[in-house]
């Protein structure tokens, strides 16, 4: 993170939420990361200026219930920041597939990639709610559309796994029949060539 005019990021609060998310501070930008327990960003908001929503000295954040504080030690107040919609929607996908909850996880991902295409991580979430589903085909799809690898070689090693367990047997009666059928030929062959010689003879 870096802005031009500002210099580099300069962290110093961090909040920690439920499901493992947690909120960090940055008093160079005046922006609030917000992330989830494997490190995707969720949201970003804030910044320096004299905007509403914009800080002069922003210096700690503190989380209350769907509300998210932040005091600006310049101008001695305190800023208070309203969860909207979409970020509640993606906080409930976060916290379900916390729990454990992958049917409810899927559907609010879902919601909240309709009200933000861009947000890979929703399609990443969906693919993990789905891949505990053990629906593997169907999970490394939303993995290759979030481009995270490692979930859709995952997805598609236990997808290719699943496949070969599930058709082995009659792969395997294949096998053997086209085997018979080889050594019932090559037998048949070595009948007529003992036919034909004796013929000659």
């Given at each position: 993170?870096?802005?031009?005019e500002?210099?580099?990021s300069?962290?110093?609060?961090?909040d920690?939420?439920?499901?493992?998310?947690?909120?960090v501070?940055?008093s160079k930008?005046g922006?609030?990361?917000?992330?989830?327990?494997d490190?995707?960003?969720?949201h970003?908001?804030?910044?320096?200026?004299?905007?509403?929503?914009?800080?002069?000295?922003?210096?700690?954040?503190?989380?209350?219930?769907?509300?998210?504080?932040?005091?600006?030690k310049?101008?001695g107040?305190?800023?208070?920041?309203?969860t909207?919609e979409?970020?509640?929607?993606?906080?409930?996908?976060?916290?379900s597939?916390?729990?454990?909850?992958?049917d409810q996880a899927?559907?609010l991902?879902s919601k909240?990639?309709?009200?933000?295409?861009?947000?890979?991580?929703?399609?990443?979430?969906i693919?993990?709610?789905l891949?505990?589903q053990?629906?593997?085909?169907?999970?490394a799809?939303?993995?290759?559309?979030?481009?995270?690898?490692?979930?859709?070689?995952k997805?598609?090693?236990?997808?290719r796994?699943?496949?070969?367990?599930?058709?082995?047997s009659?792969?395997?009666?294949?096998?053997?029949?086209?085997?018979?059928?080889?050594?019932?030929v090559?037998i048949?062959?070595?009948?007529?060539?003992?036919?034909?010689?004796?013929g000659v003879?």
């Amino acid at each position: 993170m870096y802005s031009n005019e500002l210099g580099p990021s300069r962290l110093i609060d961090v909040d920690v939420g439920e499901s493992d998310m947690y909120s960090v501070l940055d008093s160079k930008m005046g922006r609030i990361f917000t992330y989830n327990g494997d490190g995707y960003l969720l949201h970003i908001f804030g910044g320096i200026g004299n905007r509403l929503g914009q800080f002069n000295t922003p210096v700690a954040l503190e989380r209350a219930g769907d509300r998210m504080l932040v005091l600006d030690k310049a101008l001695g107040e305190i800023t208070v920041f309203q969860t909207t919609e979409y970020g509640r929607t993606l906080h409930e996908a976060v916290h379900s597939y916390f729990n454990g909850n992958e049917d409810q996880a899927s559907v609010l991902f879902s919601k909240a990639a309709d009200m933000n295409a861009n947000l890979e991580y929703a399609y990443a979430g969906i693919g993990k709610a789905l891949l505990r589903q053990k629906e593997y085909a169907e999970s490394a799809q939303y993995f290759k559309r979030s481009m995270e690898r490692e979930g859709y070689s995952k997805a598609f090693l236990l997808f290719r796994k699943d496949l070969l367990r599930e058709h082995f047997s009659w792969m395997m009666s294949g096998l053997v029949l086209v085997a018979a059928t080889i050594v019932t030929v090559i037998i048949v062959r070595r009948q007529k060539r003992r036919t034909t010689n004796a013929g000659v003879k």
